[in-house]
T-cell receptor
């Protein structure tokens, strides 16, 4: 079934530990995104990639890094987790990077991360 | 500053009733507006995308309206069902150099009760 998968579904992590959230899409979309969703706030963009081999910073990039070695995968790494990174993380993809078109973003199921 | 404001914050309605959710945005220039539905514990799913030239767009029992002059949009749900219980999120692309990014509203949490 075509779509976006994320792993793990949920994770409890000790502060200071390194963690990588995985995201894979099989729709051959060029653009991929990482968002975080916190209670009372709208989704906020962490990092994005408009095409394989390129990445960019979003609204809240500090403490996170990404890579885009190929079209399908877009992992998000927390080098040294802190409690403020407790959140639900969503990966998304789209045919192209520009959002000023009929270019729809498709979201994964999310990863619930708790940093203690 | 690009902003998207939604109201009400939450809403409870009886099954079978209609409801309307509101979205005001300040993005300029405007290109398109999106409504997403997010079930609890799931990722957002697109309901509709409207361009500045569209006033009304329907997707089943969901009808979105757009007034680009007043920068307002609404999502009307007809004959609500229990499965409509979800958060509904209004989304607008950021303007200018940020046109690769979206601005998300905080959402309206709708509860449909029997």
């Amino acid at each position: 079934i075509a779509g976006i998968t994320q792993a793990p579904t949920s994770q409890i992590l000790a502060a200071g530990r390194r963690m990588t959230l995985r995201c894979t899409q099989d729709m051959r979309h060029n653009a991929m995104y990482w968002y975080r969703q916190d209670l009372g706030l709208g989704l906020r963009l962490i990092h994005y990639s408009n095409t394989a081999g390129t990445t960019g910073k979003g609204e809240v990039p500090d403490g996170y890094s990404v890579s885009r070695a190929n079209t399908d995968d877009f992992p998000l790494t927390l080098a040294s987790a802190v409690p403020s990174q407790t959140s639900v993380y969503f990966c998304a993809s789209a045919k192209e990077g520009r959002v000023t078109s009929y270019n729809e973003q498709f979201f994964g199921p999310g990863t619930r991360l708790t940093v203690l | 500053k690009n902003q998207v404001e939604q109201s009400p914050q939450s809403l409870i309605i009886l099954e079978g009733k209609n409801c309307t959710l509101q979205c005001n945005y300040t993005v300029s220039p405007f290109s398109n507006l999106r409504w997403y539905k997010q079930d609890t514990g799931r990722g957002p799913v697109s309901l509709t995308i409207m361009t500045f030239s569209e006033n009304t767009k329907s997707n089943g029992r969901y009808t979105a309206t757009l007034d680009a002059d007043t920068k307002q949009s609404s999502l009307h749900i007809t004959a609500s069902q229990l499965s409509d219980s979800a958060s509904y999120i209004c989304v607008v692309p950021k303007s200018g150099a940020g046109s690769y990014q979206l601005t998300f509203g905080k959402g309206t949490k709708l509860s449909v009760i029997p």
